[in-house]
């Protein structure tokens, strides 16, 4: 059974850093694009930062020059490192990996860590 395991989140003072890590467990599957989104409160989720299977990045306006998403695809992991976080970080943050089988591709999602970040 195929899932995407998330650890790492906490509660930290505003300013300090925290790392999130998520492998995908299971086998016969390539991982494609992996990445972290998040949400708080009363909002929507929204896209934190991806990576490709090839290292390109992608991150959220707000998150630049904060967070830096790296993988390691042997293990199938993917982490999010973030620094100089904020109180307006604060959320549950939840991984996503797009998994390729040889007759199909399919998105899954992790259960989610919660980030909580006092001022």
């Known amino acids: 059974q195929v899932q995407l395991v998330e650890s790492g989140g906490g509660l930290v003072q505003a300013g300090g850093s925290l790392r999130l890590s998520c492998a995908a467990s299971?086998?016969?599957?390539?991982?494609?694009?992996m990445g972290w989104y998040r949400q708080a409160p009363g909002k929507q989720r929204e896209l934190v930062a991806t990576i490709t299977s090839g290292g390109s990045t992608n991150y959220a306006d707000s998150v630049k020059g904060r967070f830096t998403i790296t993988r390691d695809n042997a293990k199938k992991t993917v982490y999010l490192q973030m620094m100089s976080l904020k109180p307006e970080d604060t959320a549950v943050y939840y991984c996503?990996?797009?998994?390729?089988?040889?007759?199909?591709?399919?998105?899954?999602w992790g259960r989610g860590t919660q980030v909580t970040v006092s001022s």
């Open positions: 996503n990996a797009r998994l390729r089988w040889s007759w199909t591709t399919n998105d899954y």
């Open positions: 299971g086998s016969g599957f390539a991982v494609n694009a």
